[in-house]
């Protein structure tokens, strides 16, 4: 079963754009939610991360919206660039282990 | 600084033998030690979490006379792939965490990854 569900699996977005990436939980232990960037054949990095206490955290162009009623949490990547082209997954933290979604493949075409 | 660090970056290896990997932190000490692996175009999925000092907890479905943990130190963890098959193949990445930076989330800091091809 999967506890954190991701979508989309694949993103295409033009540069300048934003990019908009869903997830959604079942687990009310979940207390904190991280989103990762991970370039091919690289180890993910932490990109930006949230409380369930919070409803939004900006960082630059990335912007995390949380909606602790209906479970759910996006990821907003203002302005997309060619850069920003890699895989993001959003994960849920519980007992200190990460529970990781399916993954988004963004694509920021120049 | 949170530097993890992974060796080999990609192995080759023939079916029925042994592969270690190794996961150090850099420049910090590391409580606690994970180690996940992906297949292509999926996601990470956890393997184990080690203690520096104790027995290794493995996840379900995870074979522990398989996947050999040991976190011998603070800044050192292995994980041997035993008697490796072609299913095996996969990008296995660890992370490192610390109870240093207190908080209520200790943020794990990732390996580049390791290739390993079973032939």
């Known amino acids: 079963q999967q506890q954190v569900k991701q979508s989309p699996q694949s993103l295409i977005v033009q540069k300048g754009g934003i990019s908009i990436i869903n997830c959604a939980y079942e687990?009310?232990?979940?207390?904190?939610f991280p989103w990762y960037q991970q370039f091919p054949g690289k180890g993910p990095a932490l990109l930006i991360a949230i409380r369930p206490d919070v409803s939004e955290k900006k960082e630059g162009r990335f912007t995390i919206s949380f909606n602790k009623s209906a479970k759910q949490f996006s990821l907003h990547i203002m302005d997309s660039q060619p850069g920003d082209s890699a895989t993001y997954f959003c994960?849920?933290?519980?007992?200190?282990?990460?529970?990781f979604g399916q993954g988004t493949e963004l694509s920021v075409k120049p | 600084g949170a530097v993890v660090s992974q060796h080999p970056s990609w192995v080759i290896c023939k079916s029925g033998t042994s592969v270690k990997i190794e996961c150090r932190s850099l420049d910090f000490q590391a409580t606690t030690m994970f180690w996940y692996r992906q297949f292509p175009k999926q996601s990470l999925m956890l393997m184990a979490t080690s203690n520096e000092g104790s027995k290794a907890t493995y996840e379900q479905g995870v074979e522990k006379d398989k996947f050999l943990i040991n976190h011998a130190s603070l800044t050192l963890s292995t994980l041997t792939v035993t008697s490796a098959h072609p299913e095996d193949s996969s990008f296995y990445i660890c992370s490192a965490t610390t109870t240093q930076g207190g908080g209520t989330y200790n943020e794990q800091f990732f390996g580049p990854g390791t290739r390993l091809t079973v032939l």
């Open positions: 687990n009310t232990a979940f207390d904190y």
């Open positions: 994960a849920a933290i519980q007992g200190g282990k990460l529970i």
